[in-house]
């Protein structure tokens, strides 16, 4: 408690030593003034180049609090040290961050470039830059043993080459595979025929499959143009069928079945396209206001001004001043509760809350005939057999009706009680005129 009152004590004894503060004078010591910039003339350790600490106070006076700390975030990406942000002067570098190829670790989770073809996944030495052609199998990389596997162990482009089931002729078939000539290659089970009085493909008969031999039996060779002369399905005028095949051979796989692209939008009909001849209509597509379902959701026009988003019958281009609440839609009946429900610009009309009468007060407020101008609460009494203050009684402060005097008092007297009555009537109607001036002035709706 004492030391807190030190620095009170300090700036108390130099007014009444040397008399009122000024911004040159540096009350803390710390060598900078009010005028050179100290934004805390009472605390020594805030000054303009102190060191910045975690205390949520601007050490160093340039507007921003604990900055270069652990709490905060000075490379602007969401994320501080104590976020757990490893490299906070890299605003790519973050928990979560994508890995990059860097050199960094973008990700914050202790290992570099994981995920990326400079890192070795499968701990073989080797990296896709490297040379590895897989970088999932460990015993795949660049000078590794050839085993006979099946697979490319050296990288070399080869599979199983130096093996006993390796292919010497290069035709993707070893003797063990049942290469009938493995130093031909051109011969090997299931090769073309070629017409050259050789068995080609190994099964024994020769020329067979040949582009002048309708080998699948479909009325058409490779010469007539069918393009799978194994396939009795595929020829010129086939029928195209959804099968991955171009059946019709002509050069488009599908086309015309609901497993094509047929409007190049990305999406079949198999795929949810409800219409595969207009581009702009695909599942998720943008919904605009033209009649067609453009997202495929069967709903036409949905969360545009042509669609009934709450329901009520009414659209906004049908004049639904929200369309987000079912009970607001023209015609709508209107309730005493701010709101505009028939969408004729004007607020709780007809109900106890609105003016009917424009004579500034509702029957809510106390307007006991909101029909007549000249009647609400506080209006001046007139001679009119109303009402006109809502009091509960009905004052005559003439005794007389306009136009009629007690016996004798001529027509005189008479016509002053008339101009008395006209005017308080003049008054009592004038909020009525000065709104229908707002009126005709702003337009309907807009000064309610």
Known sequence: MVRSLLPLVLILSLILVSGPLRAEDDLDGDGYTVADGDCDDTAPDIHPGATEVVNGIDDNCNFMVDEG?????DDSDGWSEDDGDCDDANPLVYPEATEWADGLDNDCDGTVDEGTDVYDDDGDGFTEEGGDCDDARSDTFPGAIEVVDGWDNDCNGLVDDRTDVFDDDGDGW????????????WTYPGAVELGDGQDNDCDGTVDENTDRYDDDGDGYSEE????????????????ELPDGVDNNCSGQVDEGTTAYDDDGDGWTEDEGDCDDANRAVYPGAPEILDGVDQDC???VDDGTAAYDDDGDGFTEQDGDCNDADSTIY???TELPDALDQDCDGVV??????????GDGMSEDQGDCDDQDPTVYLGAPELNDGKDNNCDGQ????????????????????????????????????????VQDEVHRSV???LSD
Do not use: H, M
């Open 69 to 73: 700390t652990e709490v905060y975030d």
């Open 174 to 185: 070893s003797e063990d595979d049942g290469d009938c000539d493995d130093a031909n290659v």
């Open 224 to 239: 007539q143009g069918d393009c799978a002369d194994g396939d009795p399905a595929v020829y010129p005028g086939a029928t």
């Open 297 to 299: 959701d069967d709903i």
């Open 330 to 332: 023209p015609g709508a």
């Open 348 to 357: 709780d009309e007809g109900t106890t809350a609105y003016d009917d009468d």
């Open 394 to 433: 009905i004052e005559q402060y003439l005794g007389w009706q306009c136009g009629t005097a007690p016996a004798g008092a001529g027509w005189f007297i008479a016509a002053l009680g008339c101009l008395g009555v006209l005017r308080r009537k003049r008054r009592a109607s004038e909020p009525q005129r």
């Open 443 to 445: 337009g309907p709706g």
